[in-house]
């Protein structure tokens, strides 16, 4: 009976053998590391902490440098979106100084022809300094509609059947700036009058 209460009992000795871990608290039980070790001793351990605080400083460094660049970046672009159209202005100063002078001649001269001429040689101009910054304008009249170029305001009957679908008037003009549509144009589409 002594052999019974003798295997009915646990053993520990096995059980301890099949769960040991990696990290043990015990130096007697076998295992890879325990907690009285002094990972100190280790000389490798040295090299890695310089190593790690190397990576740490150029880690510091490059994040420095770059929070540096998205501040100046973000200044640069403020800067630029604020002027961004002073050329055009400055340009454009001249033909006001040429509005101004044509109102003055307005008022003083009885001359219709002349003041006619003086108002269409500002309207030149105006023109002219707009189309060297790169303002071009859109031909719509005649053209086939095409909803990526032009907006449709209405459609108006017509009795020709080669100008269905076609751009019969042009309420605004379309505006492409370097090649790139800035204004659509506001069209009136003719449709069949049927």
């Known amino acids: 009976m002594e052999d019974k209460d003798k295997t009915d009992e646990p053993n520990t000795d096995n ?41 740490k400083d150029k880690f510091i460094r490059l994040y420095a440098e770059f929070d540096n660049y998205k501040r100046r970046n973000a200044r640069e672009r403020i800067e630029l979106i604020q002027t961004a159209g002073k050329d055009v202005i400055s340009a454009l100063l001249e ?7 044509a109102e003055k001649q307005l008022s003083q001269s009885d001359k219709l022809d002349q003041i006619r001429e003086g108002v269409q040689l500002v309207f030149n101009k105006l023109r002219n300094t707009l189309q060297a910054r790169g303002l071009k304008e859109m031909k719509s009249i005649g053209e086939t509609f095409n909803p990526d170029f032009h907006e449709a305001i209405t459609e ?4 020709d059947p080669s100008r269905e679908g076609k751009i019969v008037d042009e309420v605004e003009k379309g505006y492409y700036l370097n090649d790139k549509i800035i204004r659509f144009s506001k069209v009136v589409v003719g449709k069949s009058a049927s």
């Open 15 to 55: 059980f301890q053998q099949e769960t040991t871990l990696d990290l043990n608290t015990d130096e007697n039980i076998a295992g890879t590391s325990h907690l009285h070790e002094n990972v100190a001793e280790n000389p490798d351990s040295e090299e890695l902490r310089i190593a790690l605080q190397e990576q």
């Open 95 to 101: 033909v006001l100084d040429d509005c101004d002078r």
């Open 156 to 159: 108006i009957p017509v009795q």
